[in-house]
């Protein structure tokens, strides 16, 4: 510190410089014109990112705007078109003859008999009489759970989706269980035919094959009604059952979706 | 000089933003353009020639609508030929339906719906053409699973089985939306009334990344022809659940 001054001015550390007496550098000032550049420019990055984002945001607002509204600028290929009335006229007759030919074609596509859907995400079915609801209620369908047991044996539990036919028609069934309702409950599984198979009651009064093994059957649970509760029969309440089996015939279509 | 362009600098930045987005402008109306040539190469030049596509949309509304109802019976009439559930959708009588072999096992009402001005003004041959017959879904996503499947592992015994019973006490709906990517690049979206609401900013934030990665590299944004449809959220659930992956439906503008 020899060759330089310091002088306290006005809060100001002053270091003079000896040879070099205008070159005053003031120290505290550098740092916070330093600070204050530096600040300037975070402060423009950061107000340069907001107006992009905010032009970013208004631009993908504007963007579907911009090709809804071009289309009215476009042309179309119109190709050759009838302005004559007279050939107006004929060929929208032509048309009507050809649209009700094809809409009766497509009329015939619904059976004319009784026939019923059901819905597995609703757990609802509709059975129909001369093209219109008969009768409307819930019902139970599978539930997806999927069972896996030992030996890579595994059970769907799912209600399956499409056109299907009543198989066969049953009042009283008995119900004969499967392996997986053994597995399920934990039980061993016995012979083929063993009596512990053969359960009477459970399936309600009626049940309708679909076939696959899969029935329309009723429940002893019936506080489950609505709910997909089953291993991918369709179960029903006994009245909803019992009209169902008597509007039912052999070959009646069932669509399940 | 250097205070002139210090002051100025947001005024560059702004133009600079305003040059950049508008050039991209120009591009995003290029590809609607592109879009609809696209579409209306559909039909071969015989098919413009056709006398029953020479239909003046403003001078015979009536024909319009006949040609129409009937490339849409047509498409269900094709769509009646498969054994798996189809979809028929009616914007002119505002229905939604699920179909197989060409009855109707499900319908809903269409509450709202939007379509791309483009496909307003595609050409009567191309309208034909490309819905007389049933539209394939390449590709479905949903923000539902399609199939809600539980695991179980099968119980050692009587009690863990007792334990292990899962029984719902109601069934759950949950949130639905569907986009479905068809043929001719065109996008179906099936949402509820209340969806709008519920993702309005990640559709935002989606929306912007999406127009940005074409911006930044200036190229044209890819342009869907959409069509939107609200429905009650338990009929997209209802849907969903019931179409096979290789879905196909008919459509009525």
Known sequence: ?257 | MKTFFLRMRYVFIIGACLGFFGYNAFLIQDSVHEKLVELNQIPDSNDYKNPMFMIDPEANPKGLKMLKQKAFVESQLLLSGADSIGLAINLDDSLVGLQIKGVTIFSSKISEFEVSRVLDVISVPTYYKLFSKPLSIAEQRGTIVKEPIIVKKAPKDTIEAAQAEIIPDSLIRPSATLEFMVDGGILLCITHPEEADQNRFKKLIRQTWHFLTFAVQFKKPDYQPTIKLVIPNDDIIVIYRALPYDAHFALKL
């Not at chain 1, 100001?12 to 005053?24: M, N, R």
């Not at chain 1, 009245?239 to 008597?246: A, N, P």
Request: net charge positive; with cysteine; hydrophobic share 35%.
């Open chain 1, 1 to 257: 510190m020899d060759n330089k001054k310091i002088k306290q001015m006005d809060d100001e550390l002053i270091i003079e410089v000896e040879g070099t007496p205008d070159q005053l550098v003031h120290h505290d000032s550098i740092e916070v014109t330093k600070a204050k550049k530096s600040f300037k420019w975070y402060f423009f990055i950061l107000k340069s990112v907001v107006l992009f984002v905010a032009f970013s945001i208004l631009y993908s607002y504007t963007v579907p705007y911009v090709q809804e509204s071009s289309v009215s600028y476009l042309k179309t290929e119109k190709g050759e078109a009838n302005t004559d009335s007279v050939k107006m006229a004929k060929q929208n007759k032509e048309l009507e003859k050809q649209l009700k030919k094809l809409e009766s074609k497509l009329e015939t596509k619904t059976p004319k008999g009784p026939y019923l859907t059901v819905s597995t995400v609703m757990n609802e079915f509709s059975l129909y009489k001369n093209k219109k609801i008969y009768r409307h209620g819930r019902c139970s369908t599978g539930s997806y759970i999927l069972l896996e047991a030992g030996d890579n044996q595994k059970w769907m539990f799912k209600t399956p989706k499409g056109e299907f036919h009543i198989h066969g028609k049953t009042s009283n069934p008995v119900w004969r269980k499967p392996d997986w309702a053994f597995v399920e409950e934990g039980l061993p599984v016995p012979s083929a035919n063993h009596y512990t198979r053969y359960e009477y009651g459970v399936l309600g009064d009626y049940a309708l094959s679909l076939g696959q093994g899969y029935l329309l059957h009723g429940t002893l649970y019936k506080r489950f009604l609505g709910l997909p509760v089953t291993h991918g029969c369709i179960r029903l309440n006994d009245e909803d059952l019992e009209v169902i089996y008597k509007n039912l015939d052999y070959g009646s279509k069932v669509y399940i979706y």
